[in-house]
């Protein structure tokens, strides 16, 4: 991988995780530009192959990550974000780093879960009293969490930032992609 791409890739996930992490946001300002960018570098040194190599990467990094938004899950900057690291890392970069940010993502969920006070214990005892109304009753209804019980926030693009870190520094190590 070109030095230039891994540059801009550390610079771009370095802004992006602080951004998420303090602000709760990654702004368009950082994930566009880079997407143009990484189409117009890969089309300027591989032409129409390299174009359509960052173009799969883009779109692939965002179908990925396009579901969980939809579904109030994340948000919409998270996609853009693994948009903008497929159009660095072409189709099978994007879903490597998606693969490391998802192991990276669900230890991090689960430790903010457990570092919670009873919100396991109540998250467990809601879902429990809808599934009991599910078998009794045949409806389904869910039960939120009260007011003052907020569910943990996860920063997202902190998370892609080290997942996909961690994927390219496996590669740069000689493994390659383990698919």
Not at 69 to 98: E, H, N, Q, R, S
Not at 103 to 116: D, E, N, P, S
Request: charged share 10%.
């Amino acid at each position: 991988m070109d030095s230039f791409l891994i540059i801009l890739l550390g610079i771009v996930l370095v802004i992006a995780a602080a951004n998420d992490f303090r602000f709760r946001k990654i702004p368009n300002l950082l994930t566009y530009p880079t997407m143009i960018a990484a189409l117009a570098y890969h089309g300027m040194n591989g032409g129409f192959e390299g174009l359509l190599f960052s173009a799969k990467g883009l779109g692939l990094g965002m179908a990925i990550l396009i579901l969980p938004y939809l579904l109030g899950g994340m948000g919409a900057g998270d996609a853009k974000l693994m948009g903008a690291v497929g159009a660095i890392l072409g189709p099978k970069g994007v879903f490597v780093a998606f693969l490391f940010t998802a192991i990276i993502g669900g230890i991090y969920g689960l430790t903010l879960l457990l570092a919670k006070p009873g919100y396991v214990r109540s998250f467990m005892k809601r879902w429990g009293t809808a599934l009991k109304t599910l078998i009794w009753v045949g409806q389904f209804i869910y039960i939120p969490p009260t007011k003052d019980q907020k569910k943990p926030r996860l920063s997202y693009g902190v998370v892609i930032a080290l997942g996909t870190i961690c994927s390219v520094v496996w590669r740069l190590s000689g493994h390659g992609f383990p698919i």
